[in-house]
């Protein structure tokens, strides 16, 4: 099974594109990317999220990666493997590795795996960054 994704659900099992057991109501797809440059609440699963200048994402779902121009604000309060920040973001959901770019602003009262970067970085009592509780 090398390569291939595994999910289960109830009693339906998914392996690569294959269903196997009852499955009726359980759709496979390719996670779609999404560009944002405007203002709006999204909460599906996702490749890629670029969130443009002028942008203001309200992001609930699930994200390989994230990406906030300069310009754009993200608030996630679902799941990223990655947050790239070059404008502003508050994190409260999961994310994995938070780049905090020149000039960026970050605020992070969820769990975020690590941050890196020299933009302006707030990590709020609760939260937990690179497995650490902070008080």
Known sequence: ?????????GNCLIQGN??????????ISSPKPLVIKSSGSYSDIYSTVVIKQGGIAYLSGIADSIRVESGGVLFLSGIS??????GTAEIS??????????????????IA???????????LSGSIVGGVYKK
């Open 113 to 123: 795996d690590g941050i890196s970067g020299s933009g302006s970085i707030k990590i």
């Open 1 to 9: 099974m090398q390569g291939q994704s595994l999910a289960i659900a």
């Open 81 to 86: 493997r990655s947050v790239d920040v070059f």
């Open 18 to 27: 294959q269903k196997i057991g009852d499955c009726s109501n359980v759709n």
């Open 93 to 110: 959901g999961k994310s994995g590795w938070v780049t905090a770019h020149p000039k960026s602003s970050i605020t992070i009262s969820g």
